[in-house]
């Protein structure tokens, strides 16, 4: 007695896994009916299968929309029948998206980051002032904290400093400025862990002596 096997590897590739082989040979069929009656009953009748095996695309917006070019795909887009919706392309569907540009870093110092250009940036555009002022000093602690962080030794303010200066563009330099930036080691400090909460041990049951009856 000979069994005739068939195994995954030696099937047809399903183009849509999700609704099995059986499907996928209902859509083959379907697509070999001669009479464009017979394929229109029978593409919405598959339609309705896929819709019922599917429950929670039913509160996806234009359900029926997405079930169709299921079934147009799944087809190979060979399928010809009367739809209220049009056949989807196929170029348009396997056409590759365009390449996305990988982001540069913003300099030679990649410690600091690119958020510390933009905010260099978005400081070069600020009014002379207080408030410029204060942020190119922020700007140059959270510098001087990215450096730490990378190298851990001290790091002499001029340092940063200079490379504040090469990243605007010799627009802003503080060499002259008398202001120094923040200690190393309140940069580098630590949170301090939150205090656990105290498990109160069981005290002992006290012992109650039972009077004796009279």
């Not at 802003?172 to 202001?179: M, V």
Request: with cysteine.
């Amino acid at each position: 007695m000979e069994l005739d096997l068939e195994y995954n590897s030696e099937r047809e590739h399903l183009i849509i896994p999700e609704y099995g082989r059986h499907i996928q040979k209902m859509i083959n069929h379907c697509v070999g009916l001669e009479d464009v009656n017979d394929r229109n009953k029978m593409a919405k009748a598959i339609v309705d299968v896929m819709g019922n095996l599917q429950p929670h695309l039913r509160d996806v917006p234009d359900f029926q929309h997405k079930l169709w070019d299921q079934l147009y795909i799944m087809s190979d887009y060979k399928l010809e029948v009367d739809s209220s919706f049009p056949k989807p392309e196929k170029e348009v569907l396997q056409a590759k998206p365009d390449r996305l540009p990988y982001p540069k870093s913003a300099s030679k110092y990649r410690f600091y980051g690119n958020n510390i250009q933009i905010m260099i940036d978005k400081a070069l555009t600020w009014d002379e002032g207080e408030m410029k002022d204060a942020l190119v000093y922020t700007i140059a602690n959270h510098m001087k904290k990215c450096y730490l962080n990378w190298n851990k030794d001290t790091v002499e303010d001029k340092v940063i400093f200079k490379h504040l200066t090469e990243l605007s563009g010799g627009k802003i330099n503080l060499d002259s400025e008398s202001e120094e930036l923040s200690e190393s080691r309140n940069l580098l400090r630590k949170k301090p862990n939150r205090p656990t909460k105290s498990v109160h041990k069981h005290q002992p049951k006290k012992n109650y002596k039972k009077k004796p009856r009279n």
